[in-house]
């Protein structure tokens, strides 16, 4: 592991440095691409929310808060937790501190953000353990909607990189299954917001929505044409081909970071399943994926061995650290708690490239913004939620 001011490298130093050579104090554009998983409903499989209910609404909550940060009575409150504090303050620190442009994609949600956001015309996933989580022809369209967006932005930002983050609950899960899918031992390896992964439970769900797709053994089609899309279609979840798609458009012209741990190595290995199986244009080497510390060194994961059998992908970590933080919400993340999520690890690492912000700076605009949070939502007025559709109750 090597070190560039307060990032880590943690896999492909050479070109993880190189990469942040060539982005210092360049200003980033932040992309937060939200979808729905049904398998994010089921009980304990994740902690971004304290109840099914509440994680159905967590990527609408977040993308308010991204865009808005901290007001009274925001339509959609930040979901409760039950150990720890959204990652969605580190996040909207940075973008806050340093005005970066914010765009918001919806690739398939029960219900639609309540700020400004482009529609891909996706649709919500069916748990994965199904084997039959999208239709392929929605698999089809939002890939060629993050082709076409990955271009647009990148064309707007031709000198710097896009941030493409994420808010999917229970996205770790079907990371599991599209890495699995693809050939890789993540079993054991992903990471999850609970302090101590669920592996058995995700490793179940997996094995058995690779089984009903009839995918479990899939060696001799792992390179055709369509292989990705449909593993995809099966266990997938629509944030992942967006985002694989947006990844291979806009690295042909600028800088890519994947912003989060588990989920966007699966969307790199993804990206490049694709990229390799259908013989289309990308350059990898403008790519790497951005985590938290607490992911790269999270003692019931291995994220850093699932990066090395990916292969060319540099792991960066920010070293972000929250020990002395005076709020226990944060201090949490030090326990292992909630982790990553909507960027903040990639947005950590901007704030090092582009502010050149040490520990304690960083620390202080986080710690600034959530006592403004908990100013503001000391009695939040909860949003008269509409019901869950039928085929999620």
């Known amino acids: 592991m090597s070190k560039v001011s307060l990032v880590a490298i943690h896999t492909q130093a050479q070109q993880g440095q190189r990469w942040l050579q060539q982005f210092q104090g360049k200003k980033p554009l932040f992309a937060c ?13 994740s902690a971004a929310g304290a109840t099914p209910r509440d994680r159905q609404y967590t990527a609408i909550a977040d993308a308010e808060f991204l865009v808005n940060g901290p007001r009274p009575h925001p339509q959609y409150p930040l979901p409760p937790l039950q150990v720890g504090a959204s990652p969605a303050l580190i996040s909207r620190a940075v973008i806050a501190a340093f005005d970066l442009p914010v765009r918001i994609f919806n690739s398939g ?11 891909l015309g996706g649709s919500p996933a069916r748990c994965l353990s199904r084997g039959q989580a999208l239709a392929i022809a929605t698999v089809q369209h939002l890939f060629q909607q993050g082709l076409h967006w990955g271009q647009q932005l990148a064309a707007q930002h031709p000198d710097s990189y896009l941030i493409l983050a994420e808010c999917v609950v229970g996205g770790t899960t079907t990371a599991l299954a599209i890495l699995t899918g ?6 054991g390896k992903v990471n999850s917001s609970h302090a101590i992964c669920n592996h058995d439970q995700k490793w179940a769900l ?21 292989f990705p899309f449909r593993l995809v279609a099966a266990v997938g979840d629509p944030m992942q081909i967006v985002v694989a798609g947006m990844a291979i458009a806009a690295s042909r012209s600028s800088g890519v970071l994947l912003a989060g741990g588990t989920q966007m190595l699966a969307v790199y290995a993804l990206a490049q399943a694709i990229a390799q199986a ?3 244009d990308w350059q990898p080497q403008q790519i ?28 960066l970590a920010s070293q972000l650290s929250f020990a002395t933080a005076r709020h226990e919400p944060l201090r949490a ?10 960027g903040a690890g990639g947005c950590a690492i ?6 050149k912000w040490n520990q304690i700076e960083l620390l202080s605009a986080i710690e600034t913004l959530t006592d403004q949070y908990q100013s503001v939502s000391a009695s939040p007025t909860v949003p008269d939620k509409p019901p869950l559709p039928n085929r999620f109750s």
């Open 33 to 45: 691409i939200l979808g729905f998983t049904e398998t994010g409903l089921l009980p304990g499989i």
């Open 109 to 119: 949600l029960p219900s639609p953000p309540a700020v400004a956001n482009i529609d």
């Open 182 to 187: 693809l050939g890789i031992e993540a079993h």
């Open 206 to 226: 997996v094995q058995s929505g690779l089984r009903q797709a009839g995918l479990l053994h899939a060696t001799e089609h792992r390179h055709t044409k369509d």
């Open 278 to 280: 259908n013989n289309l």
């Open 288 to 315: 790497v994926v951005g985590t938290t510390r607490w992911v790269a060194q999270d003692p019931t994961g291995d994220t850093i061995a699932l990066a090395h059998q990916i292969g060319e992908v540099p792991l």
């Open 333 to 342: 993340y030090e326990r292992g708690f909630v982790k990553e999520g909507v």
């Open 350 to 355: 901007a704030a090092h490239l582009y502010g």
